[in-house]
């Protein structure tokens, strides 16, 4: 769940919220049914913002469904459908299912799922830095 374009929460009443979550949910089945489990890791708020525009202008028929998915297996989540989110799962995800292309899928999931080098390295070094530290303290 990333992306630049981020809902201010605060400012939008419980509809807005509900239909806001009810597309990222649509979203994330029409990855699955397309491209499988993996697919939904590089769903965006960005993708999300684009089908709730898409959806304004053009007005298409929506299927609603609820179910529990990956993130809540034990809650059902209410979600919606159309030619829109079938259309921005298409176009978000690869278009040649070649290794070239996975390698760059994976490469992109990795990008997203770990921290820079350095950002590792800053925070093992203030890891050993605050263990050094109560070492001195106890002796």
């Known amino acids: 769940m990333f992306g630049y374009v981020i809902i201010n929460q605060s400012d939008l ?5 509900l ?4 597309c990222y949910c649509g979203l994330c089945h029409s990855l699955k049914e397309r491209s499988g489990n993996l697919s939904r890791l590089m769903l965006t708020f960005d993708l999300t913002f684009l089908t709730l525009l898409l959806q304004a202008l053009y007005e298409k ?10 993130i809540h297996p034990f809650k059902k989540q209410a979600w919606w459908q159309s030619e829109i989110t079938d259309y921005a799962a298409e176009n978000g995800m ?14 992109e999931i990795m990008d997203t799922l770990t921290p820079y080098p350095s950002t590792v390295i800053k925070e093992f070094n203030a890891l050993v830095e605050k263990y050094r530290a109560e070492l001195k303290d106890n002796t």
Request: net charge negative; charged share 40%; with cysteine.
């Open 13 to 17: 009443s419980e509809e807005e919220l």
């Open 19 to 22: 239909r806001y979550r009810q």
């Open 61 to 70: 028929e929506e299927r609603e469904n609820a179910g529990p998915c990956i």
């Open 94 to 107: 690869l278009e040649n299912n070649s290794i070239v292309y996975r390698d760059i899928f994976d490469t």
